[in-house]
């Protein structure tokens, strides 16, 4: 107790001793007024209060200022100082400001509100392209609470740090300090030069600059969802607008306060205020409201932006100097809130930045940026601590030292490891926090299925994992055994894996055993999915072989962008035979089909001969203009939307026992997803091969397509045929797949009466396949996603018509998506 005591008085003084110019911002009634722009006039050094209306300007030159208290529904205040000494206290007193119309002629032809949007939307371009490029300071902080917690979560205990008796309290609080580089249209940099995380003196934040870029001068901005902005070339099919009043900033400009509100309310908009600049027709501020359905955020009820902006006489530019984040969330009983706020400042616009000012890397660390002490951050840090914040930093710090200890973590540990009932169905993980080492086994039940040449089979699996540098390098060690009870047959299968690093990722695994396998790698039927079907309707769709082997494969990116993947391995391919009828509900007019996926009734005949071959393969995956964040514990890819993905591979099968056996094949695959402005979203995947050398190669080795025989979807639509059965149209020859989709995202239901209340989404697909043997097959899909109720839309309905030298047939296809 006295330890914290005194840790607490000390900081306490550290930061009365450093504060610059200090305060308290409150109302004519004497509250706290939070987030007030509190800055320098005509410049762009400034800070907000915090929640409890308490403010640091840090500047260090003894002189005269004029410091500008800006918020906004009140005046706008100037104080002047004549610096003599630090710390300098200044407080101030907002009154609120009046609103009114008297100032507005109204013409009774038309909304004087459109009228302003329409001349902000015609100076859109122009006012986003005054900002060509920038260098700016830049902080951020991150609060995130949790209230009233549950216990548990489907029968497991919930573990959450931070939480007093109530089962609330912070669970996340963070800050950055960066200098930021940024070149129009998409150029960011941003180096942090200071990290801190509550609780975890090792942390490094994520509160990033590109995470909170949300400029509404662009026609969309990407929340999850792409949301039009109230100022977005197309915004009047979307908005309504209606001038609320108009006031007069410090400086004389006639500022109009115009409310936007959706046209239709499942649109992806916003809801909230605008203000916009008379005659300049610039954005003075933004209050701007979007539930997490909008966006598509599971889990988030509502989201919160508020910006604000500030206009230098020097520059002649209206520029965002900060900006707000808050959200509540719920799901699972779990629910809370949370902030993150961001400060700009010290622009220096137009600096000359060229594109060779830039490189993939958009975040960097300086050296021991964690490191910083407190006294650092309370010269530093522009929105001073909440009595919260303040309190959370206090308490998780020491616990840190607490929960470090070797004796901390074993009596977590020895509480983690007792035995429950309920791992005998969800397995069990003995764990070692203080020697980074955990071990455990599946779980024997959960991994019971069935199919018609084990019978009832099950699985128990074992592994061991020992990380070095928290995990940054780690080895993986396990194994799983399978017993068919039908065929009465004991198989297993051994792993090691070791993970280098966490920049480049490169993963040495050796594996080996005896399994079995469907004869399309990719198995586009699971197990619980057969064991169902063969149980209610006695259909036995996958079908398997077995495989002894035993491989090595490596994996890393050898640079930015550009992944390689490649295995060596050697294999005895067997086939195997149905064992089994038995079915819950035998069919009269059906029984199973043989394990021969080239005919269905070949009982007892193999599709292939009993052989043994050597398998090499590479596989190269390149991200064009991919980015990255260079964290220190990592690095971070974030794919380019702008250029597909392109893999580009290579297979070779050789030193079979039976020479036909022997191939070589070339596969290429381009891939990408687009966001269309408001229209949606358009994925495609196109996929082409070549077999040299294949004519009479193992039916295990041909190119398979995944097709889908249950009429029922999982997961994307983009890699798979679903009114095509499994093994159709498997090929040794050339080959050409195409996938293509489009997801409307509520542009066309959104506007049709009665349907736009439930706020399904149209998608339409298309599929093509052609080989030399068959036919092109061709298949479309016209089906309404996001159903559901609330925030559980997992579900999608869709109409499959195919077409194969005319029209084949058509389903009716039951979806089930998790994002």
Known sequence: MKTKLLSTLTLLCVIVSFAQIKGTVTDDKNQPLPFVNIYLENTYTGTTSNEDGNYELNISEEKSYTVVFQYLGYKTVKKAVDIQSFPFTLDAVLTEEQVSLNEVVINSEENPANIIIRAAIAKRKENLEKINSYKADFYSRGLIRIKDAPKKILGEEIEIDGLDSTRSGVIYLSETVSKLEFLRPNKLKEKILASKVSGDSKGFSFNNAIDVEFDLYENTIELGNQIISPIANNAFGYYRYKLEGVFY?????????????????????????????????????????????????????KITITQNYSFSENDQIWAKISQNIDFKYGLFGIKGDGRFTAVFSNYEFNPGLTRNDFSREIVSFAAEANKKDSTFWNLTRPVPLTTEEFTDYIKKDSIQL??????????????????????IIGGYTFNNTHENWRAGITSPIEAISFNTVQGWNGNIGAFYTKGFNDYERYLSIGGNINYGFSDDRLRGTLYATYKFNNKSRPYLTVSGGVTTQQFNSSQPISKLMNTAFSMFS????????????????????????????TSLGYQKRQALFNTTDQAWYPQDDREYTSNNPIDDTAYGIAPFATHNIVKFAVDARINFAQNYLSYPDGKYNIPSRKYPTLNIGYEKGFASTIDDYNFDQVKIRVSQGLNIADKGRFDYNIKAGKFFNGDDIAFVDYQHFNGNQTQIGAGSYLNVFNNLPYYAASTNDSYLEMHAEHDFNGFLL???PLLKKLNFNLVVGAHALATPDNKPYQEYTIGLDNIGWGKFRFLRLDYVRS?????????????????
């Open 249 to 301: 900033d410090d400086r004389g400009n006639l500022i109009n306060k115009i409310k936007a509100t959706p046209k239709r309310e499942n649109d992806p908009v916003f809801e909230g205020y605008i203000y916009i600049v008379e005659d300049q027709w610039t954005i003075y501020a933004a209050e701007l409201d979007i539930t997490g359905t909008k966006a598509k955020l599971l889990g988030v009820d």
């Open 402 to 423: 607490v929960k470090d200890s070797k004796v901390y973590k074993d009596s977590v540990d020895t509480v983690r490891n007792k035995f429950k009932l309920g791992d």
């Open 538 to 565: 006695e259909q036995n769709f996958m079908k398997i072989y077995e495989n002894s082997f035993a491989q090595v494969s490596y994996s890393n990116e050898l640079f930015n962008g550009f992944r390689i993947n």
């Open 750 to 752: 959104g506007k049709v």
């Open 803 to 819: 077409y194969q030298s005319g029209f084949q047939s058509d389903a009716i296809l039951f979806g089930l998506k998790f994002f």
